[in-house]
């Protein structure tokens, strides 16, 4: 995984309540083991009409909203617990999603691969949503390190949470197993009754 400090980037405004995983990525795509190719299907039943033409009044369809944020409703990710949902949103450019609420399973599955749930209140949430619709050049910054959001151009923030551990393996770009291995010393000076 990459490695994750501070991202600024602009966002695209998905102002949808209670999105499912299969909203996020239709099972009948799920026929992969490989994280790669999810993106292209992100969102299909909105994007796309049944000809698989682009649905004009889709935001992913909209040019004027870019960036690796994608700002969603409350209750986003709940659902079936298919680890695809968190594949489809990094495959296709994501590197955070900003809600009021997240499902835990699908926090959890976004989290391991690399993609920052950021949880905010659901006022900060309704001014994220509002600004970057009424300007969609508007930036925001997701600092890590702090664990705060911002917008740049009002410096309006809000601090989020994050497990501490998941936190140091997004910082390192380590998944569980990159973790363990990172700390084998340790656990071999432990079994062996010593320090490092």
């Known amino acids: 995984m990459e490695k994750f400090s501070t991202i600024t980037s602009r966002a695209v405004p998905l102002d949808e309540e209670n999105v499912d995983t299969d909203q996020i990525i ?14 292209e299907n992100l969102f299909r ?3 796309y009409d049944e000809h698989d033409s682009p649905k004009a009044d889709f935001i992913l369809n909209n040019d004027a909203y870019k960036g690796s944020i994608l700002i969603a409703g409350k209750n986003f990710g709940s659902g079936s617990s298919r680890e695809h949902a968190a594949w489809a949103l ?19 599955n976004a989290l391991n691969n690399g993609l920052l ?16 619709q009424q300007d969609p050049a508007e930036e925001i910054e997701v600092n890590l390190e702090k664990q705060t959001i ?30 363990l291995l990172s700390i084998l010393k340790k656990v071999d000076a432990y079994e062996k009754g010593t320090t490092v």
């Open 90 to 108: 990094s495959d296709y450019g994501f590197k955070v999603v900003v809600s009021s609420f997240f499902a835990d399973i699908f926090k959890n």
């Open 26 to 39: 239709p099972a009948r795509f799920l026929k992969a083991i490989d994280r790669q190719g999810f993106g």
């Open 150 to 179: 911002t917008l740049l151009r009002t410096d309006e923030s809000e601090p989020f949470e994050i497990n501490p551990y998941k936190k140091k393996c997004l910082q390192n770009g380590y998944d569980d197993i990159d973790y």
């Open 45 to 47: 039943d909105w994007r």
């Open 117 to 132: 749930p950021v949880q905010v209140s659901n006022s900060f949430l309704s001014i994220m949503l509002k600004k970057v």
